[in-house]
């Protein structure tokens, strides 16, 4: 009994450090409709920069505690007021989320580069030495942790209960445009919001600080947990929030004394999974009710770039040609293998543009199918002697399978709560790839892939893996270009624009979902089965929830909606590193820094702007010798 209370308490503190979070979620949920991923990214900034000023500096910590959190919040209300606030006027709910998601990315790659990839770890604020009380010791940090939840809880409900700003950020969530027509600015209110979820991250990363290791990613993990807590418990609801984040402190704590670690993260989201079937919106229902369905056309980016029909064809020969050619030019290794790698990623892009760019179907987790599909067919190659290509289409039947099973959920939910869920299986499956050894290798991954071979010819190098995978491409992409241009495409981009106007107008949306959906996680399957071939090697890391981030960031930063245009940020993110090998640390602030630029500025991505680039050439070419007739018919006349 002692010990189960024991590891109660344990559940208890780490529930509250959730709970804290998992407030700041639900208070810019309810005042501007929108999820803000990088909650955790502000938690270890604080935490990094408390670290800093008390232990490395040496300040007392009465003095580098508040001045931790204080510069936190300063460099959260700056970066909102150039990030979040304008995406909120002209981008779509489901965008908003995926630009917070490369805020998270900036600010973990800013850590790698200012603090590097090794552990820090802060000392408690009351000592090393535990209280014991008849039995049960409660580590002194545990009281900082519990309070000053305690405090962020009493404040906040003050602030909202009690106070005239309190009752201007609930206008904001009731109805942002009656309460503009009301006097109340809007977008300073939306900047406090997020300035006030800033400081109760900054609050809860520096009070945990001494309880768990910090590294550059840590971040990610105090994101995802306060993201399913407030999920659990209710994303409108303050005590939702609350109870969200004890309830999944004691499941995870639980699971791991009694079961496994290797599985309790897999637990606990498989309980999110079941809320979802259950009850979408949570334990505790909040105030506020949102569609989820539209993009809304007042925030609509503009239409996708597409080629005039005069320069399609030519620049598609043309691209071709090059790309057979480029064996043939590059003759470095570290390169081929990095053009390799990004072919690859590009059939996945090709599937989650279909997903996200036709069908406006939000997914955080298209790498969890190219992990099945890549341990799939890596197993069965090293342990039975059936062929690659029969273990490549094994791996896809195995994903089919897996994605029917999880479409019981992902077709009935919309906007953040579909991004919810496959984040949560994404999660699952990384949990899977690290618990069960015998068949993944765990952490240190599945060791001893045989290359890819088929007919007699193996492709165990660089040059021979880029033609087979340019082939593959090639036809992927004809294949769905034909598709998207038929009434299948129609019916996809209606659904983007507005499901319920789709069903009305006759469309089976479901249909058509399930119909992106598989197609996604076909070409995510079969891009992770050559990816295990290519490196003769799988580990969790190469297929895990920041693949899924780094795809997204791809597709937006190419180009959403073009099919070809996510070849271009797979290029530039998978070979900068390779080209640029001095700054390869830089990488994960550039990826978070380019996907939220290109959402504010760039929307069409490197594809849009290259077109509009061959369109005005293509314009001013023609332009030409009509000028010079005109100028010719003027010195005649003269």
């Given amino acids: 009994m002692l010990e189960f209370v024991q590891i109660a308490i344990g559940g208890l503190v780490v529930g509250s450090m959730y709970a804290a979070i998992a407030l700041g979620f639900s208070l810019i949920y309810r005042v501007t409709g929108a999820i803000n991923l990088s909650q955790g990214g502000f938690a270890l900034i604080a935490a990094m920069i408390g670290y800093t000023f008390g232990v490395a500096w040496g300040w007392p910590l009465p003095i580098a505690i508040p001045a931790a959190v204080l510069t936190t919040v300063v460099a959260g209300v700056v970066l909102a007021r150039f990030t979040f606030v304008p995406a909120l006027a002209r981008l779509s709910n489901a965008n908003v989320l995926m630009l917070t998601a490369g805020i998270l990315t900036m600010i973990e ?118 993201f399913v807590a407030a999920a659990i418990g209710g994303m409108a609801s303050f005590p939702g929030a609350v109870i969200g984040g004890l309830f999944l402190g004691l499941v995870t704590q639980l699971s791991t004394a009694y079961i496994s670690s290797l ?97 406006g179907q939000v997914s955080l987790g298209q790498a969890g199918f190219m992990a099945i599909g890549g341990y799939t067919s890596g197993y069965l190659a090293i342990n039975t002697d059936i062929a690659p290509v029969l273990s490549i289409l094994a791996g896809i039947g195995v994903s089919l399978a897996c994605a029917l099973v999880l479409s019981v959920v992902t077709l009935r939910l919309r906007g ?24 993944t290798g765990g952490p240190s991954g599945l060791v001893g892939i045989p290359s890819f071979s088929v007919g007699g010819f193996t492709f165990a190098n660089p040059r021979a893996m880029y033609y087979l995978v340019l082939a593959l491409d090639m036809i992927i992409l004809v294949g769905l270009f034909g598709a998207l241009r038929s009434g299948f495409g129609r019916a996809l981009k209606a659904i983007r624009s507005d499901q319920m106007a789709a069903a009305a107008l006759g469309i089976n949306t479901l249909r058509y979902k ?45 180009g959403e909606s073009t099919l070809a245009g996510g070849l271009f940020g797979a290029l530039l993110l998978t070979l900068l590193p390779v080209i640029f090998a001095p700054l390869a640390i830089y990488k994960t602030f550039a990826s978070g ?46």
Wanted: glycine content about 10%; hydrophobic content about 60%.
């Fill in 109 to 226: 790659g800013f850590s790698l580069v200012v603090w590097g990839s090794q552990p820090y770890a802060m000392p408690p604020f009351s000592g090393e030495q535990p209280l014991a009380f008849g039995g049960i010791t409660i580590p002194t940090q545990a009281f900082w942790v519990f309070g000053v939840t305690a405090l962020i809880i009493a404040a906040l409900w003050f602030l909202i209960a009690r106070t005239r700003l309190g009752k201007a950020l609930l206008a904001c969530a009731e109805n942002p445009a009656a309460a503009s027509l009301m006097g109340i600015d809007v977008p300073r209110m939306t900047l406090f919001s997020f300035g006030l979820a800033t400081l109760i991250a900054a609050m809860a990363g520096v009070i945990v600080a001494p309880a768990t290791s910090l590294q550059f990613d840590t971040g990610r993990l105090f994101t995802i947990s306060g």
């Fill in 263 to 359: 599985f309790s993260s897999a637990i606990s989201l498989l309980i999110l999974l079941m809320v979802l079937i259950w009850r979408p919106q949570g334990l505790i229902r909040g105030g506020v009710a949102r569609r989820q369905d539209t993009r809304d056309d007042v925030k609509a980016v503009g239409h996708a770039a597409k080629l005039p029909a005069h320069l399609g064809w030519p620049l598609a020969a043309l691209a071709v040609i090059v790309a057979a050619l480029v064996p043939v030019v590059v003759t470095d290794n570290g390169i081929m293998s990095g053009l390799v790698i990004a072919a690859i990623l590009f059939m996945a892009l090709m599937g989650l543009d279909v997903l996200m760019g036709y069908a």
């Fill in 416 to 439: 953040l709560y579909l991004a919810l869920a496959t984040l949560a299986f994404g999660l699952l499956i990384d949990s899977c790839a690290v618990g069960f050894i015998d068949i």
């Fill in 514 to 558: 399930l119909a992106a959906f598989l197609i996604s996680v076909t070409l995510a399957s079969l891009a992770g089965s050559l990816y295990a071939f290519f490196f003769n090697f799988l580990a969790p890391e190469m297929v895990g929830t920041s693949r899924s981030l780094e795809l997204v960031a791809m597709l937006i930063i190419g």
């Fill in 593 to 638: 820094a380019l996907l939220v630029a290109s959402f504010l500025h760039l929307p069409q991505g490197i594809y849009g702007l290259l077109i509009q680039l061959a369109t005005r050439l293509g314009r001013t070419r023609g332009n030409a010798p009509a000028k010079l007739s005109a100028v010719r018919d003027r010195v005649q006349a003269s």
